[in-house]
């Protein structure tokens, strides 16, 4: 009977609505007309809508669906970083993306830049809809516009290098196809200084304020080169901003750290036993393939190369110059020797299999799961049982954490997608305070005046958080933590000093990728350093001798400067007609 009623209900409404004189100006289905959204709310939803476009999530994008979102962990693939992970023969087309044989079809490029339009379009809508209300005042929710434009553009252009810009006045024309003739830095700085104009200091939980504008307008500067504009910014949240270092460096990668102190702009994820699409869907594939919850799909498996990173020399600093000649032990090779089919049987280090003994940074087993430590509560990492890969494929022994629930979260923080991929509910954070203290130390190294001492203090700030959080502690044989002992033999100390401007750059690039190891960072940085062809070239020939895999580096492309940006969509091109141009890189 229900339906039948509701069946009526519509069939009537369907007939007043077609016998209307003024049936043709209705608006289509699922769309709320302008006038009706002239309102706090309307502007309120609309800003909603912009803000959740940073995961990727829309109707209509194109492209493949996991690269759009903000996370950027598939651009690691192409760093020394990460592997793309599973099987050579998983998703051809990130097998590509990692190997370097990049086409300017492939779906990936297409996925991330359909995402980002869609978000500077929901931007445009906002300011949009601002300018055709009189009679109240929206200046905050016009910054939180202009600031996510910025962030949206801002990703388009470290990505593609040169895209187009969108303005309102394009978007209420719907004049979408702009040329794109370079750079669009002055339309981002514009931007991200609207922002700051417009907002105040209060922290709002998933919004930007003026503190997180202005990291992000010295963010901007840093990949210029404007040093000496981008120091005092940072400067400013430094010593006056509201935002610190959380005591604890996993807190970032939980759900005790989400929105924190040390949170300063993060995608706002949530998920639930079922499936939600509050979840982080573009980093479905990213969980190991197997494992404690029998999760899918093995990509993103950090190198042999960054583990090694992670060595110190024995006073507690890094091997700057020499930690790719030596490897941190690993498993690759050696099976599990447990069933893994019987989840009663707890895992057991294998017999032939010693892990490392030697000192390295605690971050690490933060970072990324090694055979016989505890992977992030769910017991000892049984090894190759968890590695969907196989021992000719390209992807190594390890597997990442940071973007993986703690045990004690799956209720709160898995949800499943539609083929059992896992939708997580952990935040990404996109700016963290650490972030903006090593960009300051950064800018306080290449300004025209270096500052060594600030930068000095700067990076021990980190390394102190590091020196001083929990480590992760060993396991007995049921697999409970025993107190008081590390899982490995951690040492962490601070530099005593910066004695020349050379080695104060290299010891900040090297803390960025041990703080931000596997956070989707670290291909830009090399970029913007203007140093990825020499480092990945080199990285690919280590990766080969570390994996002892006959064939493994021949499966690369050399890295060229046309790596340095990632190619504009030919789909794009084609539907613009031919009024975008393929960036010079890759014409």
Not at 8 to 36: R, Y
Not at 339 to 345: I, Y
Request: a negative charge.
């Amino acid at each position: 009977m229900k339906k039948k009623i509701i069946f009526s209900t519509m069939l009537v409404g369907l007939l007043l609505w077609a016998c209307a004189d003024d049936f043709t100006e209705k608006a289509a289905t699922g769309n709320i007309p302008d006038q009706d959204l002239q309102t706090a709310t309307g502007v309120e939803l609309k800003l909603t809508a912009a803000y959740s476009a940073m995961d990727g999530e829309r109707v209509n994008r194109q492209g493949e669906g996991v690269a759009a979102g903000g996370d950027n962990w598939w651009a690691d693939v192409v760093s020394d970083d990460a592997h793309r992970g599973s099987t050579d023969g998983d998703n051809t087309a990130l097998f590509q993306v990692e190997t370097l044989d990049w086409q300017t079809g492939n779906s990936w490029f297409l996925g991330r830049w359909s995402a980002l339009y869609g978000g500077v379009n929901r931007s445009n809508a906002v300011l949009a809809l601002i300018d055709q209300i009189t009679d109240q005042d929206f200046t905050r929710q016009a910054g939180e516009a202009y600031f996510l434009r910025g962030y949206f553009n801002f990703e388009l252009q470290k990505f593609y290098g040169y895209p187009s810009f969108i303005s309102v006045e394009n978007l209420v024309n719907e004049e979408f196809n702009q040329p794109n003739p370079g750079p669009i830095w002055a339309e981002i700085e514009a931007d991200f200084q609207a922002a700051i104009e417009r907002l105040d200091d209060e922290i709002l939980v998933g919004r930007a304020n003026a503190w997180v504008a202005k990291a992000f307008l010295g963010k901007a500067y840093l990949y210029q080169g404007k040093y000496d504009e981008a120091l005092p910014l940072f400067n400013d949240i430094i010593n006056n901003g509201p935002y610190t270092l959380n005591t604890e460096f996993v807190d970032n990668f939980n759900a005790a750290g989400e929105n924190s102190l040390e949170s300063m702009f993060a995608i706002q994820f949530a998920s639930d036993d079922g499936r939600s699409f509050n979840g982080n869907g573009a980093g479905t594939l990213n969980f190991p393939g197997g494992g404690p919850l029998g999760t899918c799909c093995g990509f993103y498996q950090p190198t042999q190369d960054l583990v090694n990173a992670y060595q110190t020399d024995g006073s507690g600093l890094p091997l700057l110059d020499t930690y790719a000649a030596t490897d941190v032990v690993s498993d690759y090779g050696i099976n599990s020797t447990f069933d893994h089919d019987d989840n009663e049987e707890t895992p057991e280090i294998p017999t032939d299999f010693t892990p490392h003994t030697g000192p390295l940074d605690p971050r690490l087993d933060y970072t990324v799961s090694r055979r016989g430590i505890d992977y992030n509560g769910f017991g000892r990492n049984p090894g190759k049982a968890w590695i969907r890969a196989t021992f000719s494929d390209i992807s190594g022994p390890y597997l990442p954490k940071k973007n993986v629930y703690q045990a004690d979260e799956v209720g709160a923080n898995r949800g499943t997608g539609g083929w059992g991929s896992d939708w997580s509910g952990i935040n990404y954070n996109i700016m963290r305070f650490a972030d903006v203290l090593l960009m300051a130390a950064e800018a306080a190294v290449e300004q025209s005046t270096p500052n060594l001492p600030l930068a000095l203090e700067y990076v021990n700030r980190v390394r102190d958080r590091a020196k001083n959080m929990t480590y992760v502690q060993a396991l007995d044989e049921n697999d409970d933590p025993i107190p008081n002992t590390d899982a490995a033999n951690y040492q962490i100390e601070l530099y005593a000093s910066f004695p020349d401007q050379a080695f104060a750059r290299k010891a900040i690039r090297f803390e960025r990728r041990l703080e931000f190891g596997m956070e989707g960072h670290r291909l830009f940085d090399l970029r913007r350093w203007g140093n990825a062809m020499e480092t990945i070239n080199t990285y690919i020939e280590n990766e080969a001798e570390d994996l002892d895999q006959a064939g493994y580096d021949s499966k690369f492309n050399e890295y060229q400067p046309k790596h340095d940006l990632f190619p504009i969509p030919i789909n794009a091109i084609d539907q613009s007609g031919n009024v975008l141009e393929q960036s010079p890189l890759w014409q």
